[in-house]
Nanobody, 116 residues
Framework: EVQLVESGGDTVVPGGSLRLSCAAS????????MSWVRQAPGKGPEWVSG????????NYADFVKGRATISRDNAKNMLFLEINNLKPEDTAVYYCYLRRAFTDYWGQGTQVTVSS
């Protein structure tokens, strides 16, 4: 059974930083591309960042480009997202995302709130 467990969300002031983590299990993590997706209150999900299976290629949405770094530790089945210079508009629930065998998998999410 695929399990994705996010952690690391918090309430921070604008300009702060956070490192989000996702612990993956139930599938061969090192074989799959992984992504982070977020959902703000009252809005639909939006893709934030993705990395290939090896972690050698990364992509970012324009709204976090230059402020975020996605990484993974395939030995520990972990995915990370560090976001710097957080803005109030970054407030959302952040999810670890996997697409495998035509099925979408999400964790329970971790809340990031950016407020002064």
């Amino acid at each position: 059974e695929v399990q994705l467990v996010e952690s690391g969300g918090d309430t921070v002031v604008p300009g702060g930083s956070l490192r989000l983590s996702c612990a993956a299990s139930g599938f061969p993590f090192s074989n799959y591309d992984m992504s982070w997706v977020r959902q703000a209150p009252g809005k639909g999900p939006e893709w934030v960042s993705g990395t290939n299976a090896a972690g050698s290629e990364t992509n970012y949405a324009d709204f976090v480009k230059g402020r975020a770094t996605i990484s993974r530790d395939n030995a520990k089945n972990m995915l990370f997202l560090e976001i710097n210079n957080l803005k109030p508009e970054d407030t959302a629930v952040y999810y670890c995302y996997l697409r495998r065998a035509f099925t979408d998998y999400w964790g329970q999410g971790t809340q990031v709130t950016v407020s002064s």
